[in-house]
T-cell receptor, first 114, second 111 residues
Framework: DAGVIQSPRHEVTEMGQEVTLRCKPISGHDYLFWYRQTMMRGLELLIYFNNNVPIDDSGMPEDRFSAKMPNASFSTLKIQPSEPRDSAVYFC????????????FGPGTRLTVL | GEDVEQSLFLSVREGDSSVINCTYTDSSSTYLYWYKQEPGAGLQLLTYIFSNMDMKQDQRLTVLLNKKDKHLSLRIADTQTGDSAIYFCAESIRNTGKLIFGQGTTLQVKP
């Protein structure tokens, strides 16, 4: 298996622009998670899905952030409009169940908003 | 609420053993995890332990769990320079699939 795939790996954009981050989870995994990592705040869970349904979005910082999972093999995280404070590394992770086994992380998207 | 605490930094010499410690708060956690993050990479699952176990060994890695004190440790034997990374402890939240991560311990291995 190729593991969790994220694209793009790096994104540089200007303040006010829309940013879309993409994730393909490991096939057969029922859970998908979006995290954000910064030096100041560490690793934060933004939102997670179970069987394509959003379960907990309490970590989404503001209405500028939205996430979708239209099918079992694809998810997007969108920021519109982007701001410099959104600069971070965004990780997608997937998990086969809620009964252990852990989460498997993608390589991340490094977002820089100028 | 749930919380996971780790010390921020550990420095050891190559060949020594490293011990990274973690405390957690949720006594109902069924699984506890150790992840490794190398610069510029995602988190890599190293190992995990079920809450009814006291110890788990996997090659150079030994995980010890003290459920009474809610204390988890990761011992790396014969630490190598390639072990330099950030190590995260995480606890599972029962029946949710969610993990709560600590802030990470940076392990520096000196030659």
């Amino acid at each position: 298996d190729a593991g969790v795939i994220q694209s793009p790996r790096h994104e540089v954009t200007e303040m006010g622009q829309e940013v879309t981050l993409r994730c393909k989870p490991i096939s057969g995994h029922d859970y998908l998670f979006w995290y954000r990592q910064t030096m100041m705040r560490g690793l934060e869970l933004l939102i997670y899905f179970n069987n394509n349904v959003p379960i907990d979005d309490s970590g989404m910082p503001e209405d500028r952030f939205s996430a979708k999972m239209p099918n079992a093999s694809f998810s997007t995280l969108k920021i519109q409009p982007s701001e410099p404070r959104d600069s971070a590394v965004y990780f997608c992770a997937s998990s086969p169940s809620n009964r252990g086994g852990g989460q498997f992380f993608g390589p991340g998207t490094r977002l820089t908003v100028l | 609420g749930e919380d996971v605490e780790q010390s921020l930094f550990l420095s050891v010499r190559e060949g020594d053993s490293s011990v990274i410690n973690c405390t957690y708060t949720d006594s109902s956690s069924t699984y506890l995890y150790w992840y490794k993050q190398e610069p510029g990479a995602g988190l890599q699952l190293l190992t995990y332990i079920f809450s009814n176990m006291d110890m788990k060994q996997d090659q150079r890695l030994t995980v010890l769990l003290n459920k009474k004190d809610k204390h988890l440790s990761l011992r790396i034997a014969d630490t190598q320079t390639g072990d330099s990374a950030i190590y995260f402890c995480a606890e599972s939240i029962r029946n949710t699939g969610k993990l709560i991560f600590g802030q990470g311990t940076t392990l520096q291995v000196k030659p």
